[in-house]
């Protein structure tokens, strides 16, 4: 039978604000460097560090989907720019780095998003699909989940189709049984659309889509419409 057997969902301003959890998080981060490696401090609060960005990134471009692992490799060229010893750059940047994620996975859900789970996890497997690197169990939402994929582990990140494709061999199941759920248009609605899912276009602010050949199956403006757009989803497919 035709029915919906999989819902995956995109994390990163689907179910909260990142760059309002990234600000703090880096916040922390700073206060800690102040703290514990004053010289650091100095360089990551300074101009230097576009370039020092940008040379880790050259130097690590294997990682460009692995925002963890970057961002630790970024806090490791701080330190050594602070001219600590190799060893102990590499024990600073880890500990800091952990000060970041620690507040990174600090999220303030929106309103509804924990409600939406739970009823939706009743009824269907949930996978998160995520380009970012929030941590569910951390931000407490692994109880709801199926499985989660992300960027780092595929090696590719939406709206690449290897992203879908991992969620539906996960789940044994065909991409028209399956529903994506996300904030952006091209990298969730595009990336969904593509490989053949229903698209749910969570539109919080209301914005205007300037690209009308890209229309997700159904929009959102509030995450309480979910739970009835996805079972409109099911009833068409019966
Ligand atoms: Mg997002």
């Known amino acids: 039978m035709n029915s919906l057997k999989l819902v995956t969902l995109d994390l990163d301003n689907t179910l909260w604000d990142v760059e309002k959890t990234i600000r703090a998080a880096e916040q922390e981060l700073v ?3 102040a703290q514990h490696a004053g010289a650091a401090h100095k360089i990551y609060s300074s101009s230097d560090m576009v370039e020092l960005r940008n040379q880790t990134l050259q130097q690590h471009a294997n990682l460009r989907h692995d925002l963890s692992r970057l961002r630790i490799e970024v806090l490791f ?5 602070a001219q600590y010893p190799e060893d102990e750059a590499r024990k600073l940047a880890e500990a800091a780095f952990e000060v970041f994620f620690a ?8 309103p509804h998003a924990l409600e939406m789970l739970q009823t939706l996890s009743a009824r269907y497997p949930i996978y998160a699909l995520t380009n970012g690197n929030a941590d569910t169990t951390r931000t407490g939402i692994s109880q709801y989940l199926r499985g989660a994929i ?19 061999d996960q ?3 065909q991409a028209h049984q399956c529903v994506h759920i996300g904030d952006h248009l091209d990298d969730d609605i595009k990336g969904a659309n593509a490989v053949g899912m229903h698209s749910i276009w969570v539109n919080l602010h209301k914005t205007q889509s300037v690209d009308k050949a890209l229309q997700p199956s159904f929009e959102v403006t509030h995450l ?8 409109s989803i099911e009833a068409t497919l019966i």
């Open 171 to 173: 789940a044994g199941v």
């Open 103 to 110: 507040g990174r996975n600090r999220v303030v859900f929106f």
């Open 31 to 33: 206060q800690w460097l």
């Open 150 to 168: 992300s960027s780092a582990q595929v090696g590719a990140s939406k709206p690449d189709p290897r992203m879908f494709q991992a969620a539906l």
């Open 224 to 231: 309480s419409e979910i739970v009835s757009t996805v079972a």
């Open 77 to 81: 060229n701080v330190m050594r720019a």
